[in-house]
């Protein structure tokens, strides 16, 4: 059964980068048959899609989110990161990293915990 | 607000059964694209609940079901029981915005 771990820093200063890494295990990241995406969730609010990765090395990203927004992977450390540029207090969240299922329309079987990122000076 | 709208918010007492409607637009339920629901117990991570409209996956009791219709989709859990008490997101994928969208949540509580 694969799980997922988010890491980094929780908090992190105004107009800085928001760095995060998601650790894989119980399967390969390298697997076709999956998508590895960033979810985020303000305090008391829903869920906002970032942006994911595929093996085949791509990338799709919120378009909200697309100019400051960066995933990429290791797959020698069965990783992958975030990173979010020129952060505001309204970047506070808790993020998840999430596994996605290819279908009709993409789906997140697996989740991580969460990690709680603040913005603040 | 969310492009996928949801009710903050539904109640039942134990045993009881509850829908929770998941209302969306042309461009995303409308538009063919499958719903997912999502079970999240405050302070954890959500958990797959529903995939593709109607489907669990391995371990979620049959109390859960969903349904689509239209721009609209549903969660119905019957025999309410105390340990179901959470928020529930749907979520589709929107055409439009070229984006994975969720509802805004659903508060269930359990009386």
């Known amino acids: 059964q694969v799980q997922l771990q988010e890491s980094g820093p929780g908090l992190v200063k105004p107009s800085q980068t928001l760095s995060l890494t998601c650790t894989v295990s119980?399967?390969?990241?390298?697997?076709?048959?999956?998508?590895w995406s960033w979810i985020r969730q303000p305090a008391g609010k829903g869920l906002e899609w970032i942006g994911r990765f595929y093996t085949s090395g791509g990338t799709n990203y919120s378009p909200s989110l697309k100019s400051r927004v960066t995933i990429s992977v290791d797959t020698s450390k069965n990783q992958f990161s975030l990173n979010l540029t020129s952060v505001t207090a309204a970047d506070t969240a808790v993020y998840y990293c999430?596994?996605?299922?290819?279908?009709?329309?993409?789906?997140?079987?697996?989740w991580g915990q969460g990690t709680l990122v603040t913005v603040s000076s | 607000q969310s492009v996928l709208t949801q009710p903050p918010s539904v109640s039942g007492a134990p045993g009881q059964r509850v829908t929770i409607s998941c209302t969306g637009s042309?461009?995303?339920?409308?538009?063919?694209?499958?719903v997912h629901w999502y079970q999240q117990v405050p302070g954890t991570a959500p958990k797959l609940l529903i995939y593709?409209?109607?489907n669990r996956p391995s371990g979620v009791p049959d109390r859960f079901s969903g349904s689509k219709s239209g721009t609209s989709a549903s969660l119905a859990i019957t025999g309410l029981q105390a340990e179901d008490e959470a928020d529930y997101y749907c979520?589709?994928?929107?055409?439009?915005?070229?984006?994975?969208?969720f509802g805004g949540g659903t508060k269930l509580t359990v009386l």
């Open positions: 042309s461009s995303n339920i409308g538009a063919g694209y499958d």
């Open positions: 593709d409209n109607n």
């Open positions: 979520q589709s994928f929107d055409s439009s915005l070229s984006t994975w969208v």
């Open positions: 119980g399967g390969s990241i390298s697997s076709g048959s999956y998508y």
């Open positions: 999430a596994r996605m299922i290819a279908a009709r329309s993409d789906y997140f079987d697996s």
